[in-house]
């Protein structure tokens, strides 16, 4: 079966870096993708990793280690407007096209 | 592109009532996943479409859901008969064929429904 897990809730100042963690079990893996949902709001895709390493988008990273079935996503330089909720997200052989959503975790930006 | 368009935006309605979620995908994308989300659950799958044909409906709760794609720019997600739980943010998405799993899912702005 599969399993998510990413904390639940994080704390970070404005201008500070945050990493958000995120671990998972599941069988012929494609690839791990993160979500950014704002209260009230739909989910919208921030990136993806299908292979190891880091990948970059703006003040956003996001990385990948498939030996350690583990990923994080990198804010940098937070800002208000950042406080949402990030959601991982995998793909994996055994859901066919199925993406599995994490259970999220809040953001919170304070000044 | 509008994206994706759901309707309603917010939906009230009585226990027992059946209940029309309707959505449109974004156009020329060929895949169509419902979700459910609530608080207690999270964000859940309930089923999804390629090129209008049901797929993947393992997450449908129960026989009250039904969910159909006429054509390639309509589904509906129906309930019927609606009951208390089932109050959530119904959120539609479209994507295009998968490339190894890199795919983005598009998400409409959701429906809200509650069911007194």
């Known amino acids: 079966g599969q399993s998510l897990e990413q904390p639940s809730e994080v704390t970070a100042v404005e201008g500070a870096i945050v990493q958000i963690n995120c671990t998972y079990q599941?069988?012929?893996?494609?690839?791990l993708s993160w979500y950014q949902q704002h209260d009230g709001g739909a989910p919208t895709f921030l990136s993806y990793n299908g292979l190891d390493g880091l990948e970059e988008t703006g003040r956003f990273s996001s990385f990948l280690s498939r030996s350690d079935s583990y990923g994080y996503l990198l804010l940098q330089e937070l800002q208000m407007k950042d406080s949402a909720s990030y959601f991982c997200?995998?793909?994996?052989?055994?859901?066919?096209?199925?993406?599995?959503f994490g259970a999220g975790t809040i953001l919170r930006v304070k000044s | 592109d509008a994206g994706v368009i759901q309707s309603p935006r917010h939906e009230v309605t009585e226990m027992g009532q059946e209940v029309t979620l309707r959505c449109k995908p974004i156009s020329g994308h060929d895949y169509l996943f419902w979700y459910r989300q609530t608080m207690m659950r999270g964000l859940e799958l309930l089923i999804y479409?390629?090129?209008?044909?049901?797929?993947?409906d393992s997450g449908m709760p129960e026989d009250r859901f039904s969910a159909k794609m006429p054509n390639a720019s309509f589904s509906t997600l129906k309930i019927q008969p609606s009951e208390p739980r089932d109050s959530a943010v119904y959120f539609c998405a479209s994507s295009r064929g998968e490339l190894a799993g890199r795919e983005t899912q598009y998400f409409g702005p959701g429906t809200r429904l509650l069911v007194l």
């Open positions: 479409f390629n090129n209008n044909v049901p797929i993947d």
């Open positions: 599941t069988s012929g893996f494609y690839g």
């Open positions: 997200a995998v793909r994996g052989l055994e859901y066919g096209n199925k993406l599995v």
